[in-house]
């Protein structure tokens, strides 16, 4: 058994250490700002700490302080609001949005990466409790690892191919392949998407990826991914060099075409298969008893 | 948000401003006038009408 002090700490510093890793700065510039970074690790502190002091508080046992915890613990619904607000009201000032699906992911992701940092305080400080602090060394990084694992969700990489494809004019209709995507009327656009622009069409391995990709939000996702890294030629109020992705209905495939700042397919193409698919978008509906029927 | 077009009989009965434009090369520049006045795009009929559209 090991004193209070040593088991609340292993809690602690494995919980805090756990929300920095998952609080990556990554390409999809979020959490960009200082200031967002730390709030989440004020937050992530906080919630070490009330998973670390849970294992004494039960072993005491203190129902009293294990009633508080709980109550205590619901307060981290307020970030999944507070992630949202944010980033809509963000939403309004954007050129190319990133549309409510992703942000809803965005902000439920944020909410539960909180609740694993309870969960990994909670087994550390338990581990250090019962067995001591030499082997909540080994639980906490164990932890840290299997929690980011469970953070990790499927790609577009994971459900769809991608080739390049060519981008063509059939009058003033700009076309993706065989995909019709919209009408461009002004010659100097025309002429600037022909030089300029990077296509791509995106196959889907089965019909739940089809379904997927129909998602309005899931394309919005990809494109905003993409700007991102490549960047769009786009200026208030000249939106004909928007990015768009059109799904042909017949085939199922999607196709987008973008005109970047850096034209580079390959990393385009990279860039969607890293594309997280919201879970918003995921479809299971197919696997159901009715969607086995209809698909067959 | 406008039509331009080089012959009003091909446009009927609408709600919103049409420019009737004497040449191609006058048309072309009042779509592109309209177009970033008004912030919109132009889209092209293929029949010597242009519309501005907001979306």
């Not at chain 1, 967002?36 to 129902?63: K, N, R, Y």
């Not at chain 1, 390049?164 to 656009?189: R, T």
């Not at chain 1, 129909?214 to 030629?233: E, F």
């Not at chain 2, 009989?9 to 309209?34: D, T």
Request: glycine share 8%; net charge negative.
């Amino acid at each position: 058994m090991q004193s209070y002090g040593t088991v609340i700490l292993a809690g602690i510093v494995a919980g805090f250490i756990n929300r920095w890793v998952l609080l990556r700065y990554d390409y999809r510039h979020y959490p960009t700002y200082p200031h967002g970074h730390i709030t989440h690790l004020a937050l992530g502190f906080i919630a070490a700490s009330l998973g670390a002091v849970a294992i004494p508080a039960i072993t005491e046992p203190d129902w009293v302080a294990v009633t508080f915890l709980a109550l205590a613990a619901q307060q981290f619904r307020e970030i999944r609001d507070m992630e949202r607000k944010t980033l809509s009201s963000l939403e309004e000032h954007k050129l190319i949005t990133r549309g409510h699906d992703y942000i809803e992911g965005i902000a439920r992701v944020f909410e539960m990466r909180n609740y694993l940092v309870i969960l990994t305080a909670l087994v550390t400080a338990g581990v250090a409790h019962l067995w001591g602090w030499q082997l909540a060394l080994v639980a906490g990084p164990l932890m840290i690892y299997g929690t980011t694992k469970l953070m990790s969700g499927s790609t577009i990489g994971e459900i769809a191919s991608i080739e390049p494809a060519e981008v063509s004019f059939d009058g003033a209709l700009l076309k993706v392949a065989d995909v019709p995507m919209m009408n461009v009327g002004l010659k100097a656009a025309r002429d600037k998407i022909m030089s300029e622009a990077l296509a791509v069409l995106i196959h889907p391995f089965d019909d739940e990826g089809r379904l997927t990709l129909q998602s309005p939000g899931q394309r919005m996702a990809i494109i905003h991914d993409v700007t991102s890294i490549l960047g769009a030629k786009v200026d208030i109020g000249e939106t004909e060099l928007l990015p768009m992705a059109r799904m042909h209905a017949d085939k199922g495939y999607l196709a987008l075409f973008i005109v970047p700042n850096e034209p580079d397919m390959d990393v385009l193409m990279e860039m969607i298969k890293r594309v997280p698919v919201l879970e918003s978008a995921r479809s299971s509906t197919l696997k159901s008893y009715w969607g086995r029927k209809a698909a067959d | 948000m406008a039509i331009v077009t080089q012959d009003p009989g091909l446009v009927q009965g609408c709600g919103c401003p049409v420019f009737v434009a004497n040449e191609s090369g006058q048309q072309k520049r009042l779509v592109l006038m309209l177009a970033r006045i008004l912030g919109g795009n132009v889209h092209d009929l293929e029949n010597g009408v242009f519309i501005i559209c907001k979306h």
